[in-house]
């Protein structure tokens, strides 16, 4: 036990003599916590306004929907984050439909005007029910499938593929909804 309390205490004092230089890179990584969710959320965000509205989207475009919706896609963000989580504790495969449903809670968001609540439940009630009838099964293998190609590409390549396989697999999922994918009462994605 002393052996232990003195590592700890030859610890301190040695982060005590250079405490500024690792909270400098702390607060450096610090609005990566902020901006990486960010950015890759709006990698799915950006091909479902694209095929909604079937036109090239500028960055205007974007942050006008960003503006106007922020508070939803916030609010659902963390809905959907903290389903996921307690998915996940409630044995994974909670978290694995809920997880998987993601781009259909996206779409809520972009399609209607519906709440952030209202949007987060109905599009994994929407999956989960389609698991159910087999109507999102061939959505749920196709995302499956893209997830384990991007992780192969971004593996092979020491993540520098990740840039390019996230967006690129986004436009896959939203274009299989939007050819393949109809609610019982109106294609989730408008022509």
């Known amino acids: 036990m002393a052996v232990l309390n003195l590592?700890?205490?030859?610890?301190?004092?040695?982060?005590?003599?250079?405490?500024?230089l690792p909270l400098l890179f702390v607060f450096l990584t610090f609005p990566a916590v902020f901006t990486t969710p960010i950015a890759l959320v709006m990698c799915y965000y950006i091909p479902c306004?694209?095929?909604?509205?079937?036109?090239?989207?500028?960055?205007?475009?974007?942050?006008?929907?960003?503006?106007?919706?922020f508070k939803?896609?916030?609010?659902?963000?963390?809905?959907?984050?903290?389903?996921t989580s307690i998915g996940f504790l409630l044995c994974g495969i909670p978290g694995i439909v809920v997880s998987l449903s993601t781009p259909i809670v996206i779409l809520k968001i972009v399609s209607t005007d519906k709440g952030a609540i209202d949007c987060v439940k109905e599009g994994i009630l929407e999956f989960w029910n389609g698991l159910i009838s087999g109507s999102t099964r061939t959505?749920?293998?196709?995302?499956?499938?893209?997830?384990?190609?991007?992780?192969?590409v971004s593996t092979i390549t020491c993540g520098i593929g990740t840039l390019v396989a996230v967006p690129y697999t986004s436009f896959c999922l939203y274009n299989f909804l939007k050819n393949n994918y109809q609610e019982k009462s109106a294609p989730l994605l408008e022509s």
Not at 7 to 20: G, I, P
Not at 49 to 69: C, E, G, W
């Open 49 to 69: 306004l694209y095929y909604k509205n079937n036109k090239v989207l500028s960055f205007s475009d974007v942050t006008q929907f960003v503006i106007k919706n």
């Open 139 to 152: 959505f749920a293998l196709v995302q499956i499938i893209l997830l384990s190609l991007m992780t192969i």
């Open 7 to 20: 590592n700890f205490n030859r610890s301190w004092s040695d982060y005590k003599k250079h405490w500024t």
């Open 72 to 83: 939803r896609i916030f609010i659902a963000g963390i809905l959907h984050m903290l389903a």
